[in-house]
């Protein structure tokens, strides 16, 4: 029996738009995800036998074949052809429903355990495919860091990291279960036309709200690509010291997560979460995902720690943590 413990890192949405509904019933979406320093631990082993057994130490991680963990095993083991008796210990340090990728990066962390502990390899493209057929945000997690987000989420490339920043991520209870946020955004898209039905003539109206979701995807292209750029602020924001003008950049570029019109209205505290971090200097704060999750961009640890506390003192979770380029990303998944 061989085992592998991994860290399955977590990610936040750098701004999350959302296009039209396509036919095979997913969304089209443009984001920057951002892998970041909070993990879960995943011990993978494999020995003689057949099966896939899952552990874990929190009560609302499923065990059965509906964890993306156990596909991801199923997945791996068609592909490489081998049999094994697989058994997978998550430890749960993530919110489950939190909008932080944590049953996505638990997944990827199978992928890579088996691989090590089966001293087998799947072919790059072969394992950004198996990722995309588990989840829409699994891919990004073999790629980490700063990595632009297209299609319905699956179409991953990487991006030029920046120097890691401050974060601080805000839990509360709720959790926000991602189809249900998809189907909330769709039904206020249909209000909207109904509203601009009452003053558009009939068959302009859905003409416009398809241009509207095509535009918005659009503008964040254009949105990203010049705060990429640093043409906001006229200067180059990359570099070591000018995480401070990258930030007021993501701002100004007006990189805005969609999920916060359908979220927030449902959820006011999480809305006020988001506040408390403005309040407390965030350059840049936003809900992560579909939520629950609410992090803050801040220039110094000082201001992290002091708005971590901050959101501790009105009894809400908040973990200080980093930004985690992919050099650093790759340096620390496999624990041993
Ligand atoms: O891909 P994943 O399993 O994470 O998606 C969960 C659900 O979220 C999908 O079944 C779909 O209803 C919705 N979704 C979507 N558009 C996306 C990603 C997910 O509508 N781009």
């Known amino acids: ?179 249900q946020a998809f189907r909330d955004w769709d039904e206020l898209q249909s209000e909207n036309l109904s509203r601009t039905r009452m003053s558009a003539p009939h068959n302009a109206a859905g003409k416009l709200t398809a241009e509207c979701a095509s535009d918005t995807i659009k503008m964040f292209s254009h949105s990203v690509f010049s705060w990429l750029r640093g043409t906001s602020t006229g200067v180059s924001a990359r570099g070591g010291d000018r995480a401070e003008a990258l930030l007021l950049d993501l701002v100004r570029a007006g990189i805005e997560n969609d999920f916060e019109r359908v979220v927030f209205s449902q959820h006011p505290e999480l809305r006020e979460v988001k506040r408390v971090l403005e309040g407390e200097g965030a350059r840049y704060a936003s809900l992560s995902g579909s939520g629950s999750s609410v992090y803050g961009l801040f220039g110094s640890k000082v201001k992290a720690q002091q708005a971590g506390r901050r959101l501790a003192q009105r009894g809400i979770r908040a973990q200080a943590t980093m930004t985690m380029p992919r050099r650093q990303y790759w340096a620390k998944v496999f624990v041993n």
């Open 1 to 179: 029996m061989s085992g592998v413990t991994l860290r399955s890192f977590a990610k936040i949405n750098l701004g999350l738009r959302i296009g039209a509904l396509r036919e095979d019933g997913f969304h089209e979406l443009r984001t920057v995800y951002q892998t970041i320093g909070l993990h879960d631990l995943v011990r993978v082993e494999a020995g003689r036998g057949v099966g896939i057994e899952l552990r874990a130490n929190h009560a609302r991680v499923p065990l059965d074949e509906s964890n993306t963990g156990y596909r991801m095993a199923e997945r791996v083991l068609r592909s490489l052809k081998v049999r094994a008796k697989v058994t997978i210990h998550i430890e749960k340090q993530l919110p489950v429903e939190g909008g932080l990728g944590a049953a996505s990066s638990n997944a990827v962390a199978v992928m890579l355990g088996l691989e090590r502990a089966l001293r087998r390899e799947i072919p790059a493209e072969h394992k950004l495919r198996l990722a995309a057929e588990v989840g829409s945000d699994v891919p990004l997690f073999l790629v980490g860091g700063m990595v632009l987000g297209m299609g319905r989420g699956e179409e991953v490339y990487p991006l030029e990291d920046f120097t890691p920043l401050d974060c601080v991520v805000a839990t509360t209870a709720t959790g926000v279960p991602t189809a």
